[in-house]
């Protein structure tokens, strides 16, 4: 039985724990081959609901180190539409606009493991700063909370010309175009959170320390909330059940070794049995239900090994060049 059949009757055992009808989605981080939540999902999940419901429940299995904060918005009033209570299960990484999708859920199940994080954004932009020695095209992401705690450290100075000073150095090194766009990222990604939350029984003034905490006070967009202070922000959180947790143990063993998420992508050990090059399929985004099988984010092409000559080395060099000629979701089942 191939690992998609195997999570296809795990779906199955999630529904029946939590009389729902469930789907699951995971965005790959396996170090090199990292993906994360963007708009190309909405129609997908559009495929996948219209054979689900609409229903009177739908749990969402999410494992995600993050993404973009407008598709995981849309995604939330996607799945409202279909159903009338949502709930996000937690088995391991829920990051970012992961925990963003999250606090639009009526409740969030998780498990021992499982970790939720803050909401402030990193902005990836083509006019981003430059990485030293990767390709020209390579852009460092640049994070929202970041530039304002350097900004908000230099206005506690109590210094006018050093805070004109101060934003006129960080233009010549951030595009302003990118400073823009990280100005209206901050005030967007509060609105989101508070408009999802506002749909709860939560009362406006935890509302308003939840979005904090999310946004700014965690100290780093690294941070992890584990289920107690999750618990102790004042967000729904349901323990998982024994019975829910062996199942999702599976599913996250099936999803993990099919993306080979604990393997870092080393180029070298692809084509390392082969003389000249190898073909490769990547596993890298999945989402899946029972009602209408899975789809498959995949990155597929060859990979060569090239040997370049020089005069003042006795041995030839070794390279790898990616010939990739296919990045796309597609339906596997």
């Not at 229903?55 to 494992?63: A, E, M, N, P, T």
């Not at 954004?121 to 992401?141: E, F, M, N």
Request: aromatic fraction near 6%; charged fraction near 25%; include cysteine.
């Amino acid at each position: 039985m191939s690992e998609t059949e195997i999570r296809k009757s795990l779906l199955r055992k999630v529904e029946e724990v939590r009389n729902s009808n469930a789907i699951l989605y995971v965005t790959g981080d396996r170090q090199g081959l990292e993906t994360k939540i963007g708009q190309d999902v909405i129609d997908l999940f559009v495929d996948h609901l219209d054979a689900v419901g609409p229903v009177d429940k739908i749990s969402l299995i999410l494992y995600t180190a993050g993404g973009d904060t407008s598709a995981a918005w849309n995604l939330v009033n996607l799945v409202r539409m279909f159903c009338e209570d949502f709930e996000v299960i937690v088995p391991g990484k829920c990051m970012s606009a992961g925990t963003l999708i999250s606090l639009g859920a009526n409740r969030i199940v998780m498990t021992k493991q499982a970790t939720l994080g803050p909401i402030d954004p990193t902005i990836q932009h083509p006019l981003g700063p430059s990485i030293p020695g990767a390709s020209v095209d390579a852009r460092v992401g640049v994070s929202v909370e970041a530039v304002n705690g350097y900004l908000d450290a230099i206005r506690n100075c109590g210094n006018k010309n050093l805070e004109g000073q101060a934003l006129l150095d960080l233009s010549n090194k951030v595009h302003p175009l990118v400073l823009g766009q990280i100005f209206r990222s901050r005030q967007q990604i509060r609105d989101l959170a508070e408009k999802l939350l506002n749909r709860s029984t939560i009362g406006e003034n935890k509302v308003q320390q939840i979005v904090g905490f999310l946004c700014s006070e965690s100290g780093s967009h690294d941070y992890t909330i584990n289920r107690r202070e999750a618990v102790g922000l004042g967000l729904n959180i349901e323990k998982c059940s024994s019975s829910l947790y062996g199942v999702l143990r599976s599913m996250s063993q099936s999803y993990s070794i099919q993306m080979k998420l604990r393997e870092p992508h080393d180029v070298s050990a692809l084509v390392a049995t082969r003389e000249n090059s190898e073909r490769y399929a990547f596993t890298r985004a999945i989402i899946e239900s029972f009602e209408h099988g899975s789809h498959h984010f995949t990155s597929e092409g060859v990979m060569e090994k090239i040997r370049i000559n020089t005069e003042n080395q006795p041995k030839p060099t070794i390279a790898f060049q990616d010939h990739r000629h296919f990045d796309g979701w597609r339906k596997v089942s």
